[in-house]
């Protein structure tokens, strides 16, 4: 067998309406996300679906953040350990053995991989980038894994041997290409690509961490430096933060680390650190949605997560009298835009720990009111665009046929954080992960703390 089978209805987890007290329906919207990491995937090498949409290829990124959700899963009975084990050797087995190589067709080349991969072989597909970003949220996922299973058995110290491999292979030093920021990434077709991360707040921050926290290739904290002199300290609905539009890029790097109570340089500045960021960007966000200054449809204090996303477009339609330009896959943001009408409700989810008192009646009013769960497999619809006008008499306008991995995986991290903290104190035991951070310039007592630990 290729690829697990799509779960069938009989094997969802259950779920009714009303969704219950705010613990059951956390609980219920956690297993049924969980579900994606145990059916699209392929069994024989471990790696995970982009999406659902058939012949989807796999993502790297994914298949960290799966690798984190297994240990999710085992927290809470969903899986055993044992299996969890097997699970994420099958991943760490593969990467280990997969090519390393400038051909076209590889996996990867000085420790990382392309952005998507075959499925079924493993090798470079859609002539994607060897990704910076994505190879980190893998490598996230499996210093995670290395840190968790801390166990004798002997799947267990396998583990942790590969995850060192894989840490240390990476040459972070070669995907500086000459300067002080890293690029994006490379392509054996033509070299690096022009764009670096040095230019504005983005989801970076875990890949200039696990960089500087390499043993073996680290970078010098000058490239970090100079991206943080690009970020701007923003005001909106009198709120002053870090600025950045779109919801994921105050949640990816947070669904490893714990920034509470700990600061860099552009935090000291702001008097804020990442965390209370995070939180001022989440009611950015819903304001932004309350104001409604373009006017669309549905959006209000129970309506709102403006993020990467996908969406109707490309179209033009004129909609009550207005011209309206709607997009596909695009990274929305709040409040400066771009904003075609796309509310993602899985961002809403992925900001729990941030503010819980807004998320949780947020998400209970897009299960309850909206029934935007339940209609497939696994949990939330990824995105839905109640001013896009569609054939079909639909009250939610256009909603997105598929799931999206990337979207499904904070759901499940980041409702465990706001939890348990499970991967935070995980995370916080990792010494790459405290050496990357302390080599950045990262000061305060949760990071004091855990170097006595």
Same mark, same amino acid.
Not at 103 to 117: E, I, S, V
Not at 192 to 208: N, T
Not at 262 to 287: H, L, M, P
Not at 401 to 425: D, H, K, R, T
């Given at each position: ?15 009714? %309406? ?14 049924? !996300? ?8 392929? *069994? +024989? ?11 989807? *290829? @796999?993502?790297?990124?994914? !298949? ?10 085992? +927290? ?38 392309? %952005? ?63 300067? @002080? ?6 392509? *054996? ?30 970078? $010098? *904290? +000058? ?30 790097? %947070? ?45 209000? $204090?129970?309506? =709102? ?59 209970? %009013? ?31 306008? =256009? ?24 991967? =935070? ?22 990071? $004091? ?5």
């Amino acid at each position: 067998m290729k690829r697990a089978s799509v779960v069938s209805k009989a094997e969802m987890p259950p779920t009714s %309406h009303p969704a219950g007290s705010d613990a059951e329906m956390l609980d219920g919207l956690q297993r049924a !996300t969980i579900h994606y990491f145990l059916k699209e995937f392929n *069994p +024989e090498n471990g790696l995970i679906a982009d999406t659902n949409r058939p012949g989807a *290829p @796999a993502s790297i990124a994914v !298949t960290g953040l799966g690798i984190s959700v297994y240990i999710v899963a085992v +927290e809470r009975g969903v899986i055993s350990r044992s299996d969890a084990v097997n699970k994420v050797l099958k991943i760490l087995q593969f990467f280990d053995s997969s090519r390393q190589s400038p051909d076209p067709d590889a996996t990867g080349y000085n420790g990382f991989y392309y %952005h998507f991969l075959d499925i079924q072989t493993g090798r470079r597909a859609d002539q994607s980038e060897l990704s910076t970003i994505d190879t980190a949220m893998l490598i996230a996922g499996i210093l995670h894994a290395s840190t968790y299973f801390a166990g004798d058995q002997s799947g267990e110290r396998k583990i942790r041997k590969l995850a060192a491999q894989l840490y240390r292979r990476v040459n972070w030093q070669w995907a500086l290409n000459g300067a @002080a920021t890293l690029s994006h990434g490379w392509k *054996p077709e033509s070299g690096f690509l022009p764009s670096r991360w040095d230019c504005g707040y983005s989801e970076a921050l875990i890949l200039y961490i696990l960089a500087a926290g390499s043993p073996s290739f680290p970078i $010098e *904290p +000058e490239g970090y430096r100079e991206w943080l002199s690009s970020f701007e300290i923003k005001t909106a609905y009198g709120l002053k933060y870090i600025y950045a539009g779109p919801l994921f890029i105050h949640q990816l790097s %947070h669904m490893w680390i714990d920034f509470r109570g700990i600061r860099d340089a552009i935090n000291r500045k702001s008097g804020i650190d990442y965390f209370e960021n995070s939180r001022r960007a989440t009611y950015v966000q819903r304001q932004y949605a309350i104001d409604n200054p373009r006017k669309f449809a549905q959006y209000g $204090e129970y309506a =709102w997560g403006l993020t990467a996303s996908d969406g109707p477009g490309p179209a033009h339609r004129k909609v009550d009298g207005r011209d309206r330009t709607f997009y596909g896959y695009l990274a929305r943001g709040a409040p400066l835009g771009p904003d075609d009408g796309t509310i993602s409700p899985w961002a809403v989810a992925a900001s729990i720990p941030f503010a819980p008192e807004i998320v949780i009646d947020t998400l209970r %009013h897009v299960i309850e009111r909206f029934e935007l769960q339940g209609r497939t497999p696994y949990g939330l619809d990824a995105s839905f665009n109640p001013t896009f006008p569609e054939k079909k008499a639909n009250r939610h306008g =256009w909603v997105s046929p598929w799931i999206f991995g990337l979207n499904q995986a904070p759901i499940v991290l980041m409702i465990e954080n706001f939890q348990s903290a499970l991967i =935070w104190q995980a995370m916080r035991r990792c010494p790459h992960i405290r050496n990357g951070l302390r080599r950045l310039g990262f000061r305060g007592p949760q990071l $004091e703390a855990a170097e006595q630990d």
